[in-house]
């Protein structure tokens, strides 16, 4: 790997492959609309926005791999989510094809999937039921994966990631938790592989609670080392016993689930 393009650099799990992606490809190219300081050695970084395609051309032609981050990463204003999910989406695909048909990892969410029970473990073939615009703009992400696969053969891999935190911080993450070491082996699991096709993969590690099967993706060889077992007591102890009736508690979603539209108070 030459130059591995990551979006969102500025961002939680941007900075996280900043540092854990260091030395894995020649040069990291960094963009954000945020302000990521300085370039270190081994770095460029270019500011832009996710919403302007020449930007997002010129910021593509060059890589070898692209990591698309970038994005409004919760539910918000439909304008923003539009902007920078669904157009931004849209550009990195579109750049990918007219540059150099690089293999992108699409960051997409759990909450595309949202709205299921928790009770029912899903797999590749789970219908989307987002619980969220931002939700919904992740399952667009992953559509248009699919579609730039098919029609034009750009690899990518969709990660349905759960919660990739330093540690849980909940009793639903005691499922979801995706350790920032798993997340790191995943990115170079996808990239090392020897095609992907338009894979999805949930991006949990190996928590004890599993509400998500990757059986399907056995072939990235992709094995995550850590579990949130070990962080079980702790977050009980913190955290009240779970209303069955809740939705927050009843949705694989959580509290995008409760939550009303992004407008109201
Ligand atoms: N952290 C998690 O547990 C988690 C869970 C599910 C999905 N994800 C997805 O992973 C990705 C990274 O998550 P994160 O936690 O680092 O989020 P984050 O909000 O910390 O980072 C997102 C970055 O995208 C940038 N951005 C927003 N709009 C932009 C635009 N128009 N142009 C360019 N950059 C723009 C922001 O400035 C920010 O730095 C997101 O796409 C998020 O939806 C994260």
Same mark, same amino acid.
């Given at each position: 790997?030459?130059?591995?393009?990551?979006?969102?650099?500025?961002?939680?799990?941007?900075?996280?492959?900043?540092?854990?992606?260091?030395?894995?490809?020649?040069?990291?190219?960094?963009?954000?609309?945020?302000?990521?300081?300085?370039?270190?050695?081994?770095?460029?970084?270019?500011?832009?926005?996710?919403?302007?395609?020449?930007?997002?051309?010129?910021?593509?032609?060059?890589?070898?791999?692209?990591?698309?981050?970038?994005?409004?990463?919760?539910?918000?204003?439909?304008?923003?989510?539009?902007?920078?999910?669904?157009?931004?989406?849209?550009?990195?695909?579109?750049?990918?094809?007219?540059?150099? $048909?690089?293999?992108?990892?699409?960051? =997409?969410?759990?909450?595309?999937?949202? +709205?299921? /029970?928790?009770? !029912? @473990?899903?797999?590749?073939?789970?219908?989307?039921?987002?619980?969220?615009?931002?939700?919904?703009?992740?399952?667009?992400?992953?559509?248009?994966?699919?579609?730039?696969?098919? $029609?034009?053969?750009?690899?990518?891999? =969709?990660?349905?990631?759960?919660?990739? +935190?330093? /540690?849980?911080? !909940? @009793?639903?993450?005691?499922?979801?938790?995706?350790?920032?070491?798993?997340?790191?082996?995943?990115?170079?699991?996808?990239?090392?592989?020897?095609?992907?096709?338009?894979?999805?993969?949930?991006?949990?590690?190996?928590?004890?609670?599993?509400?998500?099967?990757?059986?399907?993706?056995?072939?990235?060889?992709?094995?995550?080392?850590?579990?949130?077992?070990?962080?079980?007591?702790?977050?009980?102890?913190?955290?009240?016993?779970?209303?069955?009736?809740?939705?927050?508690?009843?949705?694989?979603?959580?509290?995008?689930?409760?939550?009303?539209?992004?407008?109201?108070?």
């Amino acid at each position: 790997m030459r130059r591995l393009l990551i979006t969102g650099a500025a961002g939680a799990l941007g900075s996280v492959l900043r540092e854990s992606l260091k030395g894995y490809a020649d040069v990291l190219r960094l963009s954000d609309i945020a302000d990521m300081g300085a370039a270190r050695e081994g770095e460029e970084v270019v500011q832009c926005d996710l919403g302007d395609f020449d930007a997002v051309r010129g910021l593509v032609d060059g890589t070898d791999g692209i990591v698309h981050l970038g994005g409004v990463s919760r539910e918000g204003a439909f304008e923003a989510i539009l902007n920078a999910n669904f157009r931004g989406t849209y550009h990195i695909f579109e750049a990918a094809r007219q540059t150099g $048909k690089q293999r992108v990892l699409f960051a =997409s969410s759990n909450h595309a999937i949202g +709205f299921h /029970e928790r009770e !029912d @473990r899903l797999g590749k073939d789970a219908p989307y039921r987002a619980d969220s615009i931002y939700g919904v703009s992740k399952c667009y992400g992953e559509i248009m994966a699919r579609y730039y696969f098919d $029609k034009f053969g750009i690899e990518s891999v =969709s990660v349905r990631i759960g919660s990739c +935190f330093p /540690e849980p911080r !909940d @009793r639903r993450m005691l499922a979801t938790w995706l350790s920032y070491a798993d997340f790191t082996s995943l990115v170079k699991a996808m990239f090392d592989a020897a095609r992907t096709g338009a894979a999805m993969v949930y991006g949990a590690s190996d928590n004890k609670e599993q509400w998500w099967d990757n059986g399907h993706a056995a072939f990235l060889g992709w094995h995550p080392q850590d579990s949130a077992e070990g962080f079980r007591a702790k977050v009980e102890a913190a955290t009240p016993e779970p209303d069955w009736q809740d939705p927050a508690v009843r949705y694989h979603g959580g509290s995008f689930a409760a939550a009303g539209h992004f407008e109201d108070d």
